[in-house]
């Protein structure tokens, strides 16, 4: 693995230093760090840690074996993951460098990944934190005259290997637990406070879930909300499928994914597979669903950027159809990487 940090220079960091002026674009003066990730690099007074106020995004890399870039990388889904990064960012009101910024970090530590591992996929973590407790501005904006002065948080790209258990979960499919989140589906607009459908760093409630699951011999879980809708898993989007026979004896595929105004984060996995289906004449339809409609459609997926599509075969110990056809389909859907449209109330 390989890590890049984004960091101002010595010279230009503190209130006082040259800011990053609004003019050249925030963070442009940011310049790129390659380091060892097993080495020390996090302050114990970054807020990240000691509070999980941060924010990420996790995206693959696929290896390309072109004949003039033997070790380069694409990174799928580049551009929906660096705009739901600024979406988070500008939730939690945390500055951070330009999108720019964060392409050409990525760049650096693949290039450098592929020193090591020539030919592999990878895992492109981006964290954005609120950075060190007193830091200028408190981890709050930096206004000065010129605009917005140096960046207060901390901001990395974590580059590693795919591990091996995503594939095997991919075939084997998901015994999923239905678990109780605990708001209901109007709370994201109530109380923006709590950040739903944001990828925040406090996912230690989400990764709970997972454990708790796994304590009763199931693989992930669906969370509802307590007026009883599907929300997502504690990692990935849902998707279910209907085949809706059609009146010149044919069938047509209807694809659902759970409303995004009920608190959940949006997916850009279920954004590309919307495009692609949109374009093969799939019906698309947003929830509100219910596990009943999980229990009667023809088939259910998980789906997020690492694990990709991956179908649900229990749920509750109950076991729900299978369509291996609607398996491949979608995940060609997803490796054509279309960009989302503006498809429907998720898009
Ligand atoms: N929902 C949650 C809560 C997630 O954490 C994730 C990804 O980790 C997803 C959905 C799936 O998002 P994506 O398809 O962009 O990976």
Redesign the pocket.
């Known amino acids: 693995s390989v890590v890049v940090f984004l960091e101002h220079s010595e010279h230009d960091a503190g209130p006082a230093g040259p800011a990053a002026g609004a003019g050249s674009g925030v963070g442009s003066g940011l310049r790129l760090r390659v380091a060892d990730p097993r080495l020390p690099a996090l302050l114990v007074t970054d807020q990240g840690a000691t509070r999980g106020d941060g924010v990420f995004e996790?995206m693959t890399a696929v290896a390309t074996a072109g004949p003039t870039d033997a070790t380069g990388h694409r990174v799928r889904k580049e551009d929906s993951h660096l705009e739901r990064l600024a979406s988070s960012a500008g939730a939690l009101q945390i500055p951070i460098p330009p999108a720019e910024t964060w392409r050409r970090a990525a760049t650096a530590g693949l290039q450098a990944f592929a020193q090591g591992s020539p030919g592999a996929d990878a895992v492109v973590k981006l964290v954005a934190t609120r950075g060190p407790e007193g830091a200028p501005g408190g981890g709050h904006y930096v206004r000065d005259a010129a605009g917005v002065g140096p960046l207060p948080g901390t901001y990395w790209v974590l580059v590693s290997p795919v591990s091996e258990g995503m594939a095997g979960a991919r075939e084997r499919g998901l015994k999923v637990l239905l678990l109780d989140r605990g708001f209901d589906s109007g709370i994201a607009e109530r109380a923006p406070w709590l950040l739903m459908g944001t990828?925040s760093l406090s996912y230690a409630v989400?990764m709970a879930a997972l454990r708790h699951a796994a304590s009763q011999g199931a693989d992930d879980v669906i969370f509802t909300s307590s007026d009883g809708k599907v929300l997502?898993?504690?990692?990935?989007?849902v998707l279910l499928a209907r085949r809706i026979p059609q009146p010149d004896g044919t069938e047509r595929v209807e694809l659902i994914t759970p409303l995004r105004s009920s608190g959940?984060?949006p997916?850009?996995?279920?954004g590309t597979i919307f495009a692609a289906a949109a374009q093969s004449g799939w019906a698309l339809g947003y929830g509100p669903l219910e596990p009943a409609d999980l229990f009667d459609a023809d088939a259910v997926w998980l789906?997020?950027?690492v694990r990709m599509v991956a179908p649900v075969t229990h749920l509750d110990g109950e076991e729900l159809p299978q369509d291996a056809g609607l398996t491949e389909q979608l995940n060609a859907f997803l490796a054509e990487d279309l960009a989302p449209g503006d498809h429907g109330p998720n898009g």
């Open positions: 996790t990828k989400n997502e898993g504690p990692t990935s989007t959940i984060l997916g850009t996995s279920q789906v997020s950027s």
